[in-house]
């Protein structure tokens, strides 16, 4: 006998990425973050539980209306979006690469760099 919690579930987590909004969000998501829809797609079933992956397209558009509106390079990098929103990223590893992002802005860097730099420590975070 096969309890429920033993079973791989990874066919219905990819069924659920492949719906129509769902890719929607997947695309939108894999956009901003700089990766392949596919490699992302890996990702968010490795590291999401299928709660999280039914509320995707929701998330993502309530990340995108409500998350980091007060702190431009925040919102810039998503440190919001994809720690509250769309877990990706633990809380610390992010504010780690926020305050390193505004150090480098505050110390001559230019602010498109800097925040370039801090989407690629993302991006690595995400994909690790």
């Known amino acids: 006998m096969k309890y429920l919690y033993e079973k791989d579930l990874r066919p219905m987590k990819y069924t659920i990425l492949t719906?129509?909004?769902h890719d929607e969000a997947t695309r939108a998501i894999a956009r901003r973050l700089g990766v392949t829809d596919a490699k992302l797609r890996m990702v968010l079933i490795r590291r999401l539980d299928m709660s999280l992956l039914e509320n995707l397209g929701s998330r993502w558009e309530m990340g995108q209306e409500h998350a980091d509106s007060s702190d431009r390079v925040a919102e810039e990098l998503g440190c919001e979006?994809?720690?509250?929103?769309?877990?990706?990223?633990?809380?610390?590893?992010?504010?780690?690469?926020?305050?390193?992002?505004?150090?480098?802005?505050?110390?001559?860097?230019?602010?498109?760099?800097?925040?370039?730099?801090?989407r690629a420590r993302i991006r690595e975070e995400v994909l690790r």
């Open 19 to 21: 719906s129509a909004r």
């Open 81 to 118: 979006l994809f720690t509250r929103f769309i877990p990706l990223v633990d809380t610390e590893t992010m504010q780690s690469i926020h305050s390193d992002t505004k150090t480098m802005i505050e110390s001559g860097s230019s602010a498109d760099d800097a925040i370039e730099w801090g």
